[in-house]
């Protein structure tokens, strides 16, 4: 079967450093992405990953390892408006998207 | 502002009543989505549309039909709605099945089934 695993919930404190790992297993693998949501609103995109590595958008890093089936996503100089969940998706073989259920991240000041 | 509207914003409907949720984009995507979300559980999929005049079944389908008569807009239909379906339902799309720019989300409908 299709697995996301991801932590339930995560806390952190303003200012610092936080990483959210997610680990997968699926039918095919067509890139694996990250989408924030904030309580109550919808999901928006963060960040794509195909190739093995890093990618760097500002304060937010996500990194891949097809091989490990393993992905993070990296948030730096945590701030309290990144409370939210965050919620990792893996494209399979039908490019369909396998969702995680999501990680909750508190930020405490 | 281009985007995905979804109407209505919640509804609380009486079981074996019939129900159509609205969706509509201004963006020209190709590929649309419906998933349903339930606390502890990831996104499920509903129904999609790779494309106008095509429509394919989720992970869960059973009790929601879809159709796709033209590119903006992709309504989800409850037949007869039964209490497990009380969920938030959101709407999604992407330039392309498949596409790697992430999909863009409409706010939601959180429908309570009674």
């Known amino acids: 079967g299709q697995n996301i695993d991801q932590p339930t919930e995560m806390t952190a404190t303003e200012g610092a450093i936080v990483q959210i790992n997610c680990t997968y297993q699926t039918s095919g693998f067509n890139g694996l992405f990250w989408y924030q949501q904030h309580a109550g609103e919808a999901p928006t995109f963060l960040s794509y990953n195909v190739l093995d590595g890093l990618e760097e958008k500002g304060r937010f890093s996500s990194f891949l390892s097809r091989s490990k089936g393993y992905s993070y996503l990296l948030l730096k100089e945590l701030q309290m408006k990144d409370s939210a969940s965050y919620l990792c998706a893996v494209m399979d073989s039908n490019y369909q998207l396998i969702w995680g259920a999501g990680t909750k991240l508190i930020i405490k000041p | ?114």
Not at chain 2, 2 to 10: L, V
Not at chain 2, 88 to 111: H, I, K, P
Request: proline share 4%; net charge positive.
């Open chain 2, 1 to 114: 502002i281009a985007g995905i509207t979804q109407a209505p914003t919640s509804q609380i409907l009486a079981a074996g009543r019939r129900m159509t949720l609205r969706c509509t984009q201004d963006m020209r995507h190709n590929a649309m989505y419906w998933y349903r979300q339930d606390l502890g559980l990831g996104l499920r999929l509903i129904h999609y549309s790779n494309t106008a005049g095509t429509t394919g079944k989720g992970e869960v389908p059973d009790g929601y039909s879809v159709s796709r008569a033209n590119t903006d807009d992709f309504p989800l239909t409850l037949a007869s709605a039964v209490p497990s379906q009380t969920s938030v339902y959101f709407c999604a799309s992407s330039d392309s099945a498949g596409g790697t720019n992430g999909y863009t989300f409409g706010s939601g409908t959180r429908l309570t089934v009674v």
